[in-house]
Nanobody, 115 residues
């Protein structure tokens, strides 16, 4: 059974940093495509970052240069490092892992950027 457990969300001031974690079990992240999405109230879900084997990464325009997706193979955990946070980054963040044609989702973690 695949399980993705997210953590690391919280309240942070503008300009601050957070690191989200997505601990995986039942699936090997290094063999999968990892994505982070976010959804703010009243808005559509937005792709934030993609990571895949071979070091491939892709970022949404809104976070390019500020966010970094990474993976720790020993811990089988994906990360989203978020720097220079802005109020518009406030959203529920979701980890998504795809293996072949099947997608798995974490439960979400709330990030609030406010002074």
């Amino acid at each position: 059974q695949v399980q993705l457990v997210e953590s690391g969300g919280g309240l942070v001031q503008p300009g601050g940093s957070l690191r989200l974690s997505c601990a995986a079990s039942g699936i090997t992240l290094r063999l999968s495509v990892m994505r982070w999405y976010r959804q703010a109230p009243g808005k559509q879900r937005e792709l934030v970052a993609v990571g895949a084997s071979g070091g491939f990464t892709h970022y949404g325009d809104a976070v390019k240069g500020r966010f970094t997706i990474s993976r720790d193979d020993a811990k089988n955990t994906a990360y989203l490092e978020m720097n220079s946070l802005k109020p518009e980054d406030t959203a529920e963040y979701y980890c998504n892992v795809q293996r072949d044609t099947i997608n798995y989702w974490g439960q979400g973690t709330q990030v609030t950027v406010s002074s």
